[in-house]
């Protein structure tokens, strides 16, 4: 069955400091991956989607980027964390162009500081 | 792009009574509609999902119906209970595009 890890689960970070949140999926090959941030009490805004290694599209302008190393595993990163970076992340996994469900992670909890 | 609205932001019930949450889409390209709960700190999770040529579906207490005229779906809860107390999210997909969430229902069932 196909699982995905998400980590760590809470992080506390400083301002200024880098981030580096990571995402990996397993049973499955050639997964569609997002990454979602969901601001307190607020819906799920779509930071960056991926259809294969080395592909990413950003939704929207920010102070955060996107990797896709390998297959099956899904990176997001800041030079410098700003506040307004604190949230709730999740990574998120569906089959390529098949009409089915995109499974979640169990999300990091950011504050910064 | 894909837009989709949901309604109402917040939902309170008394237990047993039923819940509906509606949600409305703009482009008539969509093909998947799901819905997620999420409990706090936690994850969405997928409790029920229509495709585009079923109008309706039902999974024990939960039934989503669709309308593809009129480009809404929405969720039904009967008979709820207080575990049912969480945020319910709606979404748009279309093949080989992404997942458009609503903004999210927070349903409170008061015992």
């Known amino acids: 069955s196909q699982t995905i890890h998400q980590w760590p689960a809470t992080l506390v970070q400083p301002v200024g400091s880098p981030l580096s949140l990571e995402c990996t999926v397993e049973?499955?090959?050639?997964?569609?991956l997002y990454w979602y941030r969901q601001a307190a009490g607020r819906g799920l805004q779509l930071l960056f989607y991926?259809?294969?290694?080395?592909?990413i599209s950003s939704e929207v302008p920010q102070n955060l980027s996107a990797s896709r190393p390998q297959d099956r595993q899904f990176i997001l990163s800041s030079k410098k964390l700003l506040l307004s970076d604190s949230g709730f992340y999740l990574c998120?996994?569906?089959?390529?162009?098949?009409?089915?469900?995109?499974?979640f992670g169990q999300g990091t909890r950011l504050t910064v500081v | 792009g894909e837009n989709v609205e949901q309604h109402p932001s917040t939902l309170s019930v008394q237990e047993g009574d039923s819940a509906v949450i509606k949600c409305t889409y703009s482009?008539?390209?969509?093909?998947?509609f799901p819905w997620y709960k999420q409990e706090l700190g936690k994850g969405p999770q997928l409790i029920i999902d229509?495709?585009?040529?079923?109008g309706e579906k039902k999974d024990q207490r939960i039934a989503v119906t669709l309308n593809k005229t009129a480009k809404h779906f929405s969720l039904h809860i009967t008979e709820t209970q207080p575990e049912d107390s969480a945020v319910y999210f709606c979404?748009?997909?279309?093949?080989?595009?992404?997942?458009?969430f609503g903004t999210g229902t927070s349903l409170t069932v008061i015992p």
């Open positions: 979404a748009a997909y279309q093949t080989g595009n992404q997942f458009y």
């Open positions: 482009d008539s390209a969509s093909n998947y």
């Open positions: 991926s259809v294969g290694i080395g592909q």
């Open positions: 998120a996994w569906s089959v390529l162009f098949a009409n089915t469900e995109a499974f």
């Open positions: 229509i495709r585009s040529n079923v």
């Open positions: 049973g499955t090959s050639n997964p569609n």
